[in-house]
């Protein structure tokens, strides 16, 4: 279950803007705790569905769209992220969230 601000009828969502789904589904994905098979679902009114929205490679397509009047499925082909794109997550963000800071000191190979 993902939050969501907006969608389309394509699977595409938009959250509010700061990434912290798509932070965490990729951590989920990174732990094994999910599949590329898990589907996504999300809640929203109706008016929430809009016909378009921008796809970026880090974002988390939504497989089924439930609104107080329909469910919807997206049949989505946007493949679902399987990692953190840390060139793409400024350096503030990453400082920010004690998981990502340890994570990263994880991953970053001695110098």
């Not at 993902?2 to 938009?14: I, N």
């Not at 929430?48 to 880090?58: D, H, N, T, W």
């Not at 397509?61 to 469910?71: A, E, G, L, M, S």
């Amino acid at each position: 279950m993902v939050g969501s601000v907006a969608v389309t009828e394509g699977g595409a969502r938009a959250g509010k803007g700061e990434g912290y789904g798509e932070l965490e589904y990729a951590l989920l994905r990174m732990y094994g705790k999910v599949t590329a098979e898990a589907p996504i679902v999300t809640s929203v009114h109706d008016e929430q569905i809009v016909a378009e929205l921008p796809f970026e490679r880090f974002d988390v397509p939504v497989d089924v769209i439930v609104t107080p009047t329909r469910v919807l499925r997206t049949d989505t082909r946007q493949p679902k992220p399987d990692r953190i794109y840390w060139e793409l997550l400024p350096e503030e963000k990453i400082q920010a969230i004690p998981l990502l800071r340890e994570l990263q000191a994880e991953l970053t190979p001695p110098r």
